[in-house]
């Protein structure tokens, strides 16, 4: 047994019968009686019969195995000894004497004692096991722990025997438990840890109207990944400059969207950063890291408010890059023309090769929303969000009901209500007629959705599958090259640009693409802007007779009721 117990204990030699003549088996047997014991005196933690696999763990930081090497090798052996020494007692200052110096004895011999080196790695190797950690066997992260777990079990019965000397004041001196201590003194408070602070905070936020429950959701995957990688138990008091700048660095070397990569799932941000860099795939753009950190930020910003911070260390840490270096191009004449003269318009193969030439006719969603987007410059989410009872007529004049309403689960960007006019020459496409045919199949429900086979993503979103498939779409047909920005958004660009070639200026162009304008100016009076009328004149001057869509002309025939 160890010689730094045997005092307390009162032995030097434990016996016990192992059950078995197998000299194999015995083995295995004195292993597992060995760690018990061992745990019984505050040596090590008992046995974890929880053994995570490969996938499930997790690759610890510096600051991680100091915190838990501090833990488990210094606070409870030292915990551990005093109270043996309290129950053990001794007749004589001799024994007492006598413990202390059986316990210097043995520190003196750590540092060249091959089996007290062993021992140390045995212990770490079990604090990787109960800690469910990923730290190979022949890294230099395992040869450090180990270094770690002997330099603090050693201080542990240094500081032990000064105690026992009446040296109550002892302080430990190893960088390794100070360091260690200090990091336990950073973690949060019961019911403070980011996770939980940040959930306040979002509920703060819903209550004040100025989050949605879905952005909120997503907020909280990036704070997610940003306290796994902190530490969830941090004190937000304790973030520094140093630990966000780390974080963004890492991001800045992770792939798009590798959580959904093939090998990457259970990895760290770390681990997978490695791994995307090894592997060279595109890492995350920076301004999709500046997202994370205007993610972050403000809910720092909201502990400094709430006395849970004094500082917010993301302030200076966003990249300078300009939002407008990834525009959405608008699509010219001669693209649009490639795009309704390929298949998908003119006749495709089969359900999922759409872009292939074949006798199938869509008449859904692939096929309406490009047509209505370019004709109205709307967000394909906002037509793809489209019920039955969206359509009206005002006056004469068919219009699309862009809504945002809470009940329906309708979204708009701005937060606001708006209409759309629709163009004659989108009428004579067809799409009155669709809009009837729909309504017959829904038997008169105006709550069913225009296009039912949509469902909204994870994030409650209708328009992210519809702008999922336009960019493979645009692809497949020669228009889109890498992230050249082209997609769906590349309609309502085009319209935009048509508008201003019509001789409106841009914040009548705003008006009529349903921005929300911030002036001082649109603050004033009780008409909205953008009447119908002027809407409808808007949109009817625009100029598409480069655009060649008499080929859709009657292609649906059936006959337009509505009205």
């Known amino acids: 047994m160890p010689r730094p117990v045997r005092p307390a204990v009162g032995k030097k030699i434990i016996q016990h019968s192992l059950g078995t003549n197998e000299v194999r088996e015995a083995a295995i047997r004195a292993a597992k009686r060995r760690y018990e014991l061992l745990s019984e005196?505050?040596?090590?933690?008992?046995?974890?019969?929880?053994?995570?696999?490969?996938?499930?763990?997790?690759?610890?930081?510096?600051?991680?195995?100091r915190a838990a090497v501090v833990e488990r090798a210094f606070l409870k052996p030292l915990d551990r000894l005093a109270e043996l020494y309290a129950t053990k007692g001794f007749q004589t200052d001799q024994e007492h004497r006598a413990a202390i110096a059986q316990i210097q004895t043995w520190l003196l011999r750590q540092s060249r004692d091959r089996e007290s080196r062993e021992a140390w790695a045995e212990r770490a190797d079990r604090?990787?096991?109960?800690?469910?950690?990923?730290?190979?066997?022949?890294?230099?992260?395992?040869?450090?722990?180990?270094?770690?777990?002997?330099?603090?079990?050693?201080?542990?019965?240094?500081?032990?025997?000064?105690?026992?000397?009446?040296?109550?004041?002892?302080?430990?001196?190893?960088?390794?438990?100070?360091?260690?201590?200090?990091?336990?003194?950073?973690?949060?408070?019961?019911?403070?840890?980011?996770l939980e602070l940040f959930d306040r905070y979002s509920a703060m936020r819903l209550a004040e109207g100025r989050k949605r429950a879905d952005t909120i959701a997503q907020d909280r995957k990036v704070i997610i990944l940003f306290a796994d990688f902190v530490g969830k138990d941090r004190d937000v008091r304790s973030l520094t400059k140093a630990d966000v700048r780390e974080w963004l660095t890492v991001l800045t070397k992770l792939p798009r969207r590798f959580s959904e990569i093939r090998g990457y799932r259970g990895l760290t941000l770390r681990q997978a950063a490695q791994k995307g860099a090894a592997e060279g795939r595109t890492p995350l753009a920076l301004l999709t890291v500046n997202k994370y950190l205007s993610t972050v930020s403000p809910f720092l910003d909201w502990c400094c408010r709430q006395a849970y911070a004094e500082q917010n260390p993301c302030d200076g840490l966003h990249f300078?890059?300009?939002?407008?270096?990834?525009?959405?191009?608008p699509f010219r004449a001669e693209q649009l023309n490639t795009i309704f003269r390929s298949p998908l318009f003119t006749g495709f193969a089969a359900d999922g090769k759409e872009h292939s030439p074949g006798l199938k006719k869509a008449d859904d969603w692939r096929y309406w929303l490009p047509i209505v987007c370019l004709f109205t410059g709307a967000r394909i989410g906002e037509i793809a969000q489209l019920r039955l009872r969206d359509l009206e007529r005002d006056n004469g004049t068919w219009l699309i009901h862009i809504r945002n309403e809470e009940q329906s689960g309708q979204r708009t960007k701005s937060g606001l209500s708006r209409v759309a006019p629709i163009h004659s020459r989108l009428q004579k496409l067809g799409f009155l007629a669709f809009f009837d045919r729909q309504r017959e199949k829904a038997n008169g429900n105006l709550e069913v959705q225009l296009?039912?086979?949509?469902?909204?993503?994870?994030?409650?979103?209708?328009?992210?599958?519809p702008s999922r498939f336009w960019r493979d779409y645009l692809k497949r047909i020669g228009i889109k090259a890498g992230r050249d920005g082209y997609g769906a958004h590349s309609f309502?660009?085009?319209?935009?640009?048509?508008?201003?070639?019509?001789?409106?200026?841009?914040?009548?162009?705003?008006?009529?693409?349903?921005?929300?304008?911030?002036?001082?100016?649109?603050?004033?009076?009780?008409?909205?802007?953008?009447?119908?009328?002027?809407?409808?004149?808007?949109?009817?001057?625009?100029?598409?007779?480069?655009?060649?869509?008499?080929?859709?002309?009657?292609?649906?025939?059936?006959?337009?009721r509505l009205g």
């Open 41 to 65: 005196w505050g040596v090590i933690d008992a046995p974890s019969e929880a053994h995570r696999s490969p996938a499930e763990r997790v690759e610890p930081t510096p600051a991680d195995m």
């Open 127 to 194: 604090l990787i096991e109960e800690q469910g950690w990923y730290v190979p066997a022949n890294s230099q992260a395992r040869a450090d722990l180990v270094g770690m777990m002997a330099e603090a079990g050693t201080e542990a019965l240094r500081i032990g025997a000064k105690r026992q000397e009446g040296e109550f004041s002892a302080a430990p001196t190893s960088a390794v438990v100070t360091e260690g201590l200090a990091l336990r003194q950073r973690q949060a408070t019961a019911g403070e840890t980011i």
């Open 320 to 329: 300078d890059v300009k939002k407008g270096k990834n525009a959405r191009p």
């Open 451 to 465: 296009w039912p086979e949509l469902k909204p993503n994870d994030r409650g979103e209708m328009g992210g599958v």
């Open 492 to 560: 309502r660009h085009t319209l935009a640009d048509r508008l201003r070639e019509a001789g409106y200026l841009d914040n009548e162009v705003a008006v009529a693409l349903g921005h929300n304008l911030k002036t001082v100016t649109s603050g004033y009076g009780r008409i909205k802007q953008g009447t119908i009328s002027r809407l409808k004149d808007m949109i009817e001057s625009i100029n598409f007779d480069d655009v060649h869509l008499d080929h859709l002309s009657g292609r649906h025939t059936s006959t337009f």
